[in-house]
């Protein structure tokens, strides 16, 4: 059982281009989450998808797209990568009111 | 403001030591709480969790404690060995009528051979 997976695992870009990051997961979860995680810093949400077809800003949206493209598969986008968004980028899936289940990561740098 | 938090940023013990590791939190309608453990270049592994209609909670070799009064929650891990090296998340869950988890900052742990 894989669990949560996510693709890359690590990339770098420079200021202004555009990536896709991939999640998917093999539980038959609902609910899908992108987090990021800064030094220091607790895990901060993106964005979130509740079911499939629905999508939520969470705590921290601004520079970043979601498709929740099916039950399983749930991408974040950025479309204009700023230094500001070098980050660890966590997936998550879960049923509503039980724990997440996270990805290993991807870890982003921008220059 | 509403928050969850960790008493202490880092912690570290000798092998076979117990360890403690706590967390705070402020808001009284939070009714589930997790605690995960994240080694390094990993994601959030759960380890166990607590509904609020619980005091404690057992696993293999984890307790969690939650105590609504004083809204503390702690994580004891009985026999700490060098593999329970990590940064320890907990996690609040609160129902706003949208998303619900709020994660801690995270505390470091170092187990000492």
């Known amino acids: 059982n894989a669990g949560v997976t996510q693709t890359p695992k690590f990339q770098v870009l420079k200021t202004g281009q555009s990536m896709t990051l991939q999640c998917a997961q093999d539980?038959?979860?609902?609910?899908m989450y992108w987090y990021r995680q800064d030094p220091g810093m607790g895990l901060r949400l993106i964005y979130y998808?509740?079911?499939?077809?629905?999508?939520d800003k969470g705590e921290v949206p601004n520079g970043y797209n979601v498709s929740r493209l099916n039950k399983r598969e749930f991408s974040l986008r950025l479309e204009s990568a700023a230094p500001s968004q070098t980050s660890v980028y966590f997936c998550?899936?879960?049923?509503?009111?039980?724990?997440?289940?996270f990805g290993d990561g991807t870890r982003l740098s921008i220059l | 403001g509403e928050s969850v938090g960790l008493h202490l940023p880092t912690l570290s013990v000798q092998e076979g030591d117990n360890s403690i590791i706590n967390c705070a939190y402020s808001n009284s309608a939070s009714d589930y709480f997790i605690w995960y453990k994240q080694e390094s270049g990993k994601g959030p592994q759960f380890i166990i969790d607590i509904r609020s209609n619980m005091d404690k909670r057992q696993g293999q070799r984890v307790t969690v404690l939650l105590n609504k009064t004083v809204k503390h929650l702690s994580l004891q891990i009985a026999a700490t060995q060098p593999g329970d090296s990590a940064v320890y998340f907990c996690a609040e869950n609160r129902d706003t009528g949208g998303f619900k988890t709020i994660f801690g900052a995270g505390t470091r742990l170092f187990v000492k051979a």
């Open positions: 998550a899936s879960s049923e509503a009111g039980r724990a997440q289940h």
């Open positions: 998808s509740a079911s499939e077809g629905t999508t």
């Open positions: 539980m038959n979860h609902n609910s």
